[in-house]
């Protein structure tokens, strides 16, 4: 008997909606942690953005602010040996993986002390030492690299698990569903994070995506996905310790829509014309994940007022530190164009 | 009259095939559909449908011949009402349809007319690698298809290191579309030879990811033309990343597969691309002509720490050359390679053009002019030092490829020359190249759009002053 239409299910494997409010629960150390990382990379994105201004950096700059809570979340879930891969806006997964501040300043000035030695710039920076993978210019690229990271680590069984980033923007490229599909024929261990900041430069996601619950869209793929509070740190830690175990047991990947915002333009050139200051303002004013995790912090008794500014103090040294390091740090020598483009056949 | 069943093309390169199994005995009654016979050539194996009904009146080849010519008579077939007495004589070979209403010229015994732009339908000239300064001297030959030179070095790197595993669309069970990876599922097992999806971008990603993890793949593409879909992983993830990271990501793999022109395609399938890959610093570019060279500069390419592009050429699989036989035979990349010595003009090919240079060198010697003939054999680093030698020695240049002319390989090594050897041409620098167009299928289009012996002949004697 043919079935009635009606009686289509749901999606399969694609849960609606994160569980039911239940206490989000940290440690008070840890919680200090997640403050300090995410302080680290507001602060860091603020002088990035006052050097741009100054003409230090160049090009195209793409600010994380707003968004610190996905990748520190994600990052307190990952254990040694886990990768990260993501696109152009990048300098929040290299500050939360323990890449100098330095490093990366650096390499916005163009300068030799930067991670790609000058030669990469804002959007193309790598440590295989911190396991982050780029820092890729190319919307959607990363996301079947960031498979074949997986695709490698079950090869080797090393037990490693990578974490794909991209963009509200990017999941519209079909790269991206190629990589979906084998990801899931082979069960691959990655994990594919959307941050969903809403935007795709000034393309707001209702105008770009005919789905625009982007945790279901793997769900023709059999890809189990969840929809994530990307403004709360320990929200995106335990979605992401869920996707990293399910992907290191072996099940292959699953999806998590960080429903996250950016407060500042696409890139620095962004007028921001596609959204109202007042939008941008109440998000602060009501979702910032820093003065969460800060509060919180308080309202628990783990740190006081204090112990905070003595954090901020130490943030704002760092990145202090970091862009006069970006200042002095000399331009890359002219002999270093010719560097890097072929590796000599016996390299070891 | 009784119905002709006959030799069916597998694909528009065949001519010959084997019958290897009969699946239907004479009396029997055949519909429409029925499997009559499996067929099978180098590359692939296939069944033989009845387009018909009838009976099987008489079975002409037998099962388990070998060479079988496209569009002979194998079978013959009673319709309704008629008896043995109405089978007659078969028709001969070329005339009349061939099986399953494929097209065909019908005249000359050929499935198709040869895509070669000479009338020769001759194989293509035999090199000697013994001459070759790579290969040691007193070394066993072994006669081998340029098909199993490539088998042979990805088996023989994949049983050295662990790591080297090959993926693509039919690559495992089917044994590859071109039958390259013959058996290497077999002897591997599917860890390491990876059926994927038909998703060239997506597995080309995925590739590049992996290399970056610390694995060497090989990632086949059924042809250079589908890896459209995916040059933007091999171009801006794979070639540019050791740079763009200051030297820390290595990304060691190879994209391999069919290039250039096959037979009787269409456009969008007989592309050259080599000009493209050329033009990318931070990637190598290898297309061989011969077995040897397929196969040496193939392992190299998979130990190589750089990605590489490895540009075969369809219709030079199932060609036979002599290969040494030896435990680690390999040909460093970046080095051209005089295949036969002359004095008065060079001829410089890669690939196919090759085999053309040379017929073109024989013709030339018969007008008493002397030609020398380079491969290329990598294309990207090209060797343009072994070129620039030779020039200085002939005075003369023609420089031949199958890709389009504007901005193609043609061009940079006439630059190249007129850079560095400009006081020793003695005419300006030839090129010989396909036809500004898309390449078209009717059959005497393309013969006229590709480049052939004849063309460098031509070329050759313009930059002597003999035309």
Known sequence: MAKKPSAKKPAKKTKSKAPAKKKLVAKPDEMLKYYRDMLLIRRFEEKAGQLYGMGLIAGFCHLYIGQEAVVTGCKAAMKDGDQMITGYRDHGHMLALDMTAKGVMAELTGREGGYSRGKGGSMHMFSTEKKFYGGHGIVGAQVPIGAGLGFANKYLENGAVSLAFFGDGASNQGQVYEAFNMAKLWDLPVVFVIENNQYAMGTSVKRASAETELYKRGSSFEIEGMEVDGMNVLAVRDAAQKAIKHARDGKGPMILEMKTYRYRGHSMSDPAKYRSRDEVTKTRAERDPIDWARARILDEGWADEDELKKIDKEIKGIVAEAAEFAQESPEPDPSELWTDVLLPVDAA | MAIDIKMPALSPTMEEGTLSKWLVKEGDTVSSGDILAEIETDKATMEVESIDEGTVGKIIVAEGSEGVKVGAVILQLLEDGESADDLGAPASAPESEAPKGEDQPGTTGESHPKDDSTDEPAPMPKTKPANDPDIPTNIKMVETTVRDALRDAMAEEMRRDETVFVMGEE?????????????????????????????????????????????????????????????????????????????????????????????????????????????????????????????????????????????????????????????????????????????????????????????????????????????????????????????????????????????????????????????????????????????????????????????????????????
């Open chain 2, 171 to 467: 690559v495992a069970e089917y044994q590859g579309a071109y039958k390259v990876t013959r058996e290497l599922l077999q002897e591997f097992g599917a860890k390491r030879v990876v059926d994927t999806p038909i998703t060239e971008y997506g597995f080309a990603g995925i590739g590049v990811g992996a290399a970056f993890g610390g694995l060497k793949p090989i990632v086949e593409f059924m042809t250079f033309n589908f890896a459209m879909q995916a040059i933007d992983h091999i171009i801006n993830s794979a070639a540019k990343t050791l740079y763009m990271s200051g030297g820390q990501m290595r990304c060691p793999i190879v994209f391999r597969g069919p290039n250039g022109a096959a037979s009787r395609v269409g456009a969008q399938h007989s592309h050259d691309y080599a000009a493209w890959y050329a033009n990318v610093p931070g990637l190598k570019v290898i297309a061989p002509y011969d077995a040897a060279d397929a196969k040496g500069l193939l392992k190299a390419a998979i130990r190589d720490p750089n990605p590489v592009v490895f540009l075969e050429h369809e219709l030079l699989y199932g060609e036979t050359f002599d290969v040494p036989d030896m435990d680690d035979f390999l040909i460093p990349i970046g080095k051209s390679k005089v295949r036969s010595e002359g004095s008065d003009v060079t001829l410089v090919g890669f690939a196919r053009m090759v085999g053309r240079c040379l017929e073109a060198a024989e013709i030339l010697a018969g007008e008493g002019i002397d030609a020398e003939v380079i491969d290329l054999r990598t294309i990207r680093p090209l060797d343009s030092d072994t070129v620039i030698e030779s020039v200085k020695k002939t005075n003369r240049i023609v420089c031949t490829e199958e890709g389009w002319g504007q901005s193609g390989i043609g061009a940079e090594i006439a630059a190249r020359v007129v850079d560095e050897a400009f006081d020793y041409l003695d005419a300006p620098p030839a090129r010989v190249f396909q036809a500004d167009v898309p390449l078209p299928y009717a059959a005497n289009l393309e013969a006229l759009s590709l480049p052939g012996t004849e063309d460098v002949v031509k070329a050759a004697k313009k930059v002597c002053y003999k035309d």
